[in-house]
């Protein structure tokens, strides 16, 4: 009886109906397919684009203006880098013309310096040679002058010393710097040259004059307050002359 009703139910007027097809390849889907959606992004990029024309962009002049841009920037970055060259080569021509006006002013100095140690050393040669008087011992120092130097510690020293007298024999000595300083609240005497010293910038070896420049360095912490110079005579023990400048 089961199977009956089953036949029944299958074969029979309440069995479920059947619809005929007809077969379609499965890429004919896939075309259709493909071509729909191509249809829809062609609709909704027709749109967009439209949209875009309503609210004032347009993608043609978008694109002119971008290239525009692109030109000028290349415009601007070649004019930069000239401006640049321009620039340093500028530069380098200032440092150059600084330089130069540097070293320039630097002989106009010394040059300066020189034309008035000469003029100071023919008016005293013409004193010298106008006056009547010898100095003590035959033997004159002009313009003795101590400065402190570039470095700590450091002192340059300038003199000329003269003959008076009988000027056909040459003057043969030594000159020696008395140095009164104070160093950590006590006075101190310094002789110079020292027994370590090199004894050739001290030496006087001349017929009428010598011009004598050199430097002596002391403690950074020592206070100079005056330098006498002496001059004295290959086998004298007293000085011929001395003189002494105070620098504080």
Not at 116 to 123: M, S
Not at 125 to 142: C, H, R
């Amino acid at each position: 009886m089961t199977m009956l009703r089953t036949l029944k139910r299958r074969y029979g007027i309440a069995a479920p109906r059947v619809a005929v097809h007809t077969h379609v390849p499965w890429y004919w889907r896939w075309l259709v397919g493909a071509l729909l959606s191509a249809v829809v992004l062609g609709v909704a990029w027709l749109t967009y684009d439209f949209g875009r024309s309503l609210a004032g962009y347009h993608s043609g002049e978008a694109a002119a203006e971008q290239t525009r841009l692109a030109s000028e920037v290349g415009r601007l970055q070649e004019e930069n880098a000239e401006l640049r060259d321009q620039l340093v080569a500028a530069e380098r021509e200032v440092q150059i013309g600084s330089s130069t006006q540097g070293n320039l002013a630097g002989q106009l100095k010394a040059l300066s310096d020189e034309n008035a140690l000469l003029k100071e050393d023919l008016a005293f040669f013409q004193t010298l040679m106008t006056s009547s008087n010898d100095a003590p011992g035959g033997v004159a120092i002009n313009r003795f002058r101590v400065r402190p130097d570039a470095l700590p510690g450091e002192y340059r020293y300038q003199l000329l010393v003269v003959q008076t007298r009988t000027r056909s024999k040459e003057f043969q000595g030594r000159l020696q710097l008395v140095v009164d300083l104070v160093r950590d609240g006590r006075p101190e005497v310094l002789l110079l040259p020292g027994a370590q010293d090199k004894q050739d910038p001290y030496l006087l070896v001349f017929k009428f004059y010598q011009r004598v420049e050199g430097t002596f360095t002391l403690p950074p912490d020592a206070t100079v307050s005056r330098v006498q110079v002496r001059v004295l005579e290959s086998g004298v023990d007293m000085p011929r002359s001395s003189q002494t400048v105070t620098l504080s």
